[in-house]
DNA sequence: TTACAACTTCAAGTCGACTTGAGGTCAAGG
DNA sequence: CCTTGACCTCAAGTCGACTTGAAGTTGTAA
């Protein structure tokens, strides 16, 4: 397939499928020409990635857990410990969700005022502080 | 208060707080000296800051909701909003998670062609020729 | 009074994930 | 054969939220 079917079909960009190749996140079979060409299979790869964007991974994160292709426990253990890490910053998002959440419904005129919301705004907090900053752009969101 | 001493019980940088006074998120009371110094109030709205933005809010979506005299003025639609893509982001993440863990127990070498983990990702069933046609309730689609 | 830590301003740099633009190549259809 | 549109490379630009660095100022403790 050339570039632009993948694109058609996977829904990214060719100048992002481009860019995932020089990150090494896929690969193309050849060229044909100048032209790349890829096998199907990158349609699966380029949905992981893309699953893996709006969850809120870096490229690097998602290219770490892409290239674990059947190799040692070494790997089982990483990837499992990386699941556990997936577990925290679920928790940690779902606190800042629900104080979200409450904001949303409290009568309270002045949220700064409110005790609960103070409680779940310090939590929040507190979860962002030790969490490493991230920077760039936020995760592509799904509409 | 000095910001420096803002800094140290907000969690923020000093620069941060220069930078959010700049754009209009937080006022200082005055200076003493060249110095800023700021009312223990502007505590909270760091806080809220934070918040939001460890919630995906943009510096400017914050600003709408703080620059409302000195209450928090919280757009309740957008609060609501936020909650919901942060919980499609944790389902995503649960989603990513729970490929991990089944990758790091399953045997399967190539973990694309492992049904399962297709399944856990919500790919496309692949190659429909080579798998016997099931009675029953066809396979949930995902689009 | 002097040292110095803590501030100040302003410009420029950084990070991640791409996008955009200029200028060039090439395969296929008419 | 010629056109055309889809591709190519490479450099530079973009966006948000800061950070960093240089160079200067000042409150305060010794």
Redesign the pocket.
Known sequence: M????VARRSGA????L??YEEKGLIRSTGR?????QYDPEVLDQVALITLG?SAGL???EIGRMLSVGGRAAVDRQLLAKRADALDEQIRQLAVVRDGLRHAAACKERDHLACPKFRRLMGLAVRSAVQRPKS???PP?LVP
């Open positions: 050339d570039i632009g079917e960009a060719a100048s992002a481009r860019f044909r020409g100048l032209r790349r964007r870096t490229l690097d920077r760039g752009k592509r």
